[in-house]
């Protein structure tokens, strides 16, 4: 089985990356709750978060904590929410969304739609920040 995601990390869907390294990839939602909503994913494939090896599970987060960080530096916001739901794509994955507001990370709000332009200046933005840290 080879997800959505795992095709995103090999380069075979395009993606606005943001971030990645040899075991761990970060690139911007598609369909966005705030502009520079992330997600990141380890490039093992396994569905289930808790399912993750301690050590993958234990890497994603501290990979997550430093594109949060990224993120807070790139786009102006009080912090970086944080949700693992899981549920839309068989593949463990963490939500970094940039937050002004508790409410501002609600799933069933209507999405962002942002021009090709804007979500490559996101990323572009996002990625500087982390090369920096």
């Given amino acids: 089985m080879s997800t959505v995601f795992s095709k995103i990390a090999a380069g075979e869907i395009p993606s606005y990356k943001v971030a990645e390294n040899d075991e761990f990839y970060a690139f911007l939602d598609i369909a966005p709750?705030?502009?520079?909503h992330v997600l990141v994913i380890p490039k093992k494939e396994v569905d289930y978060i808790f399912d993750?090896?301690?050590?993958?599970?234990?890497g994603l987060f501290m990979f997550a904590k430093k594109v949060a960080a990224a993120i807070k530096n790139a786009i102006e916001c009080k912090r970086v929410g944080v949700a693992v739901l899981g549920m839309e794509v068989p593949h463990a994955h963490i939500h970094l969304v940039p937050l002004q507001k508790e409410s501002d990370m609600d799933f069933r709000a209507p999405k962002l739609e942002l021009p090709d332009e804007r979500f490559r200046e996101i990323a572009e933005s996002i990625a500087e920040q982390y090369s920096k840290l």
């Fill in 33 to 36: 709750m705030a502009e520079g």
């Fill in 52 to 58: 993750l090896d301690d050590k993958t599970y234990s």
